[in-house]
């Protein structure tokens, strides 16, 4: 098989994923969609958590053109994308019990924001306790999971529970245990993982979902514009101001 017949299954294969979501999960994206403009126009703040390679997601949601100020990324250090070395420091972070409960205990996360836990498996310490702790102190928690995991895997958690247990509404990504959707002669593991462009785009059409509502509402949605086009620093700078106490990424 030629490397091209590969590259085009790959992209067959999250575009199948993607169209599952968009038809299976319909439900729960306008569902976080609803809880994220209840939180806005209630006054509350936005943050969003991923470890390891699950926080590339929540990452491209926070400062981004076209996605609303309000997302805040809440970084738990050494658990960020591979910001540590050796990298695979971080998978051992997400196992770990405690280190949720005091990066929440230190934010400035409080009864009445909201919360978007993004883990694929959901299985280990850290995501559990992220959505366990963030309930407790009062937030709404919106996960973005594989749920396949919780079918196919055991938790890492103390409790024998999931991530999908401890949230308000969640969404599955469809991804299959293992996140490797090729698999070609001549190689024994399965490759091709999938879940980044998943995760990105189902998150996305949570914000968008949220913006579009809010707009419905009559509230204008707090959102970035590309700093690229004539106009979009001075927007901005507008925005970042008048939302500066709902906004941790800027000084």
């Known amino acids: 098989m ?12 999250a575009i199948g994923l993607l169209q599952r979501v968009r038809d299976e999960e319909a439900g729960a994206i306008a569902a976080a969609g609803s809880l994220i403009a209840d939180t806005v126009e209630a006054g509350g703040r936005l943050f969003v958590f991923g470890a390891g390679h699950s926080s590339l997601p929540a990452q491209d949601v926070v400062y981004r053109a076209g996605g609303l100020a309000l997302m805040n990324l809440l970084s738990v250090p050494g658990a960020v994308g591979v910001d540590v070395m050796p990298a695979t420091l971080g998978s051992a972070l997400e196992r770990v019990g405690g280190l949720a409960g005091a990066v929440l205990d230190t934010s400035p996360a409080q009864p009445g924001d909201l919360l978007i836990v993004i883990s ?28 396949a995991y919780a079918e196919e895997t055991k938790s890492r958690h103390v409790s024998g529970t999931f991530l999908k247990d401890h949230c308000d509404v969640v969404i599955d990504s469809k991804v299959a245990p293992g996140d490797a959707e090729l698999s070609a002669e001549g190689l024994e593991g399965r490759f091709g993982p999938a879940s980044t462009v998943v995760a990105s785009a189902a998150l996305q059409a949570i914000v968008a979902s949220a913006t579009g509502e809010l707009a419905a509402r009559g509230v204008n949605p707090p959102v970035l514009r590309s700093g690229n086009v004539d106009g979009g620093h001075e927007w901005n700078g507008q925005v970042l101001a008048e939302y500066r106490d709902r906004i941790f990424f800027r000084y």
């Open 2 to 13: 030629s490397e091209h017949q590969l590259a085009g299954q790959f992209l067959d294969a």
């Open 120 to 147: 694929l498996s959901g299985r280990n310490s850290l995501p559990v306790e992220m959505a366990m702790n963030a309930r407790a102190l009062g937030l709404t928690v919106v996960g973005l999971t594989s749920l």
